[in-house]
């Protein structure tokens, strides 16, 4: 059997296996900032403002109508891992907790039975750009876990495990430990309820980034795993021989260790792999259940309680002018980086 399988190239949203649902990468070169963080309104003519998905000068203003991002919105039965790489991100939810995140930081949070959130991109500086980049991974939760209490935690980015590697002719290497275990260094736990939280899924979230002709290993699992890699930067990877080109992704062996060779330049992907919840998926729109009439409940829960409601005096909060990152969650405590 090939070392990789099922090559495809990138789109905006990545194909996604068992327990992982969706994968979004966003990166987009913000303008500078005005009074209400976001673009000049003169940016904004000829689009189409709260479903702006077309890049255009460079960026995009999603479902933003003064500031990119995604105002509020619903979510059940599935858990989102933020990954931001540049930028910020102010969170709300319907629960009354908040945050700013961002360079490095992640945010993970279940959605459980049902939560409210907006996700904005403030753009605090008004005297340069506001690069943002970020990826968006869905994991999905079993049947058992799909009505557990909403929550959320945050992975500073000073806490997040970073293994550097050397390989024999001294190229370097270093992966980004965002979920489960590489090469004996453990990733930060995930919220309670998830499937992350039980080691014997192997779920694993990994960003590597090689430079040029670095060589590094990926290790052999010990289950039957989906694992994928999703390589965005770069021009070429070998796998155990096999070419991976730019801006594709391939399924990859789970049960052996796998030699990545890289290109002339300098690569970075990123790696999920973890255990099947094998389970009927019923997804429409921000909700993911196991049947169609679940699905249909969702949505009559979710018109009749709004899954707490909306304690914010705006549909996308922004958290003040100061690039201060923190955390306020449901129970009062409260965190600053």
Not at 150 to 169: A, R
Not at 286 to 307: G, K, L
Request: aromatic content about 10%; charged content about 20%.
């Amino acid at each position: 059997m090939d070392s990789i399988y099922e090559l495809k190239p990138l789109g905006f949203h990545w194909e996604l296996y068992d327990p992982f649902i969706f994968c979004a990468h966003h990166n987009d070169q913000f303008p500078r900032g005005n009074e209400h963080q976001g673009p000049d309104p003169g940016l904004l003519k000829g689009r189409n403002t709260g479903n702006d998905f077309v890049v255009k000068d460079g960026f995009r203003m999603y479902h933003g109508e003064k500031v990119p991002g995604f105002p509020v919105h619903p979510h059940r039965g599935f858990e989102t891992v933020t990954i931001t790489l540049e930028g910020l991100v102010d969170h709300s939810d319907s629960l009354g907790a908040s945050g700013r995140y961002g360079n490095g930081d992640v945010q993970w949070m279940t959605a459980g039975k049902g939560i409210q959130h907006s996700e904005i991109f403030p753009l605090l500086h008004r005297e340069r750009e506001n690069p943002l980049e970020l990826l968006q991974v869905w994991i999905n939760l079993p049947a058992k876990n799909k009505f557990v209490d909403p929550y959320y935690k945050m992975l500073w980015s000073e806490d997040i495990p970073v293994v550097n590697v050397s390989d024999p002719s001294g190229k370097h290497s270093k992966v980004l430990v965002i979920a489960g275990e590489y090469n004996g260094t453990s990733a930060l736990s995930p919220t309670p309820d998830s499937w992350a939280a039980d080691p014997a899924n192997e779920v694993g979230i990994w960003i590597a980034e090689l430079d040029p002709g670095a060589t590094l290993e990926i290790q052999a699992s010990k289950g039957k795993l989906n694992r994928s890699i999703y390589y965005y930067y770069g021009d070429g990877l070998t796998i155990s021989g096999q070419v991976l080109p730019g801006k594709h992704q391939a399924r990859i062996r789970p049960d052996q260790a796998l030699q990545v060779v890289n290109g002339d330049r300098p690569s970075t992907f990123l790696v999920l792999q973890g255990k099947p919840i094998a389970e009927p998926v019923a997804q429409y729109g921000p909700f993911v259940m196991n049947s169609r009439s679940e699905i249909q409940q969702a949505y009559q829960d979710y018109t009749e309680t709004r899954f707490g409601g909306w304690p914010w005096d705006r549909l996308d909060p922004v958290h003040g002018s100061e690039p201060i990152r923190f955390a306020k969650y449901i129970d009062g405590s409260e965190e600053e980086r």
